[in-house]
Nanobody, 126 residues
Framework: QVQLAESGGGLVQAGGSLRLSCVASGRTLSSSDMGWFRQAPGKEREFVALIDAGTGGRIYYADAVKGRFTISRDNAKNTMYLQMNRMKPEATAMYSC??????????????????WGQGTQVTVSS
């Protein structure tokens, strides 16, 4: 069984910071690519960041968050994090972590991910 649970969302003012957590159960987190996605009301779900499977997983970021967001993983705790700094109102969205299952397409496409958490709401006020 594979279960993902996000936490850490909330209300933050523009320029502030939040750290999201994603705890994986059932299987080792590092055995698959793990990504963060977000979806604002009325918009498509979009890629935010991901870390490849393995101990030395490569990291990828969406251009919109480069330099401000940091993805990381603690294998001992089977937890993935998303540190969000200098947040902007346009970052308001439901943030979800996802475990990749398919490797027949782009790592940025949601159809590559089979397991999703419930999501945690992030709201940035101005």
């Amino acid at each position: 069984q594979v279960q993902l649970a996000e936490s850490g969302g909330g209300l933050v003012q523009a320029g502030g910071s939040l750290r999201l957590s994603c705890v994986a159960s059932g299987r080792t987190l590092s055995s698959s690519d793990m990504g963060w996605f977000r979806q604002a009301p009325g918009k498509e779900r979009e890629f935010v960041a991901l870390i490849d499977a393995g101990t030395g997983g490569r990291i990828y970021y969406a251009d919109a968050v480069k330099g401000r967001f940091t993805i990381s993983r603690d294998n001992a705790k089977n937890t993935m994090y998303l540190q969000m700094n200098r947040m902007k109102p346009e970052a308001t969205a439901m943030y979800s972590c996802a475990r990749r299952r398919r490797y027949n397409g782009s790592r940025y496409n949601t159809d590559q991910y089979a397991y999703w958490g419930q999501g945690t709401q992030v709201t940035v006020s101005s």
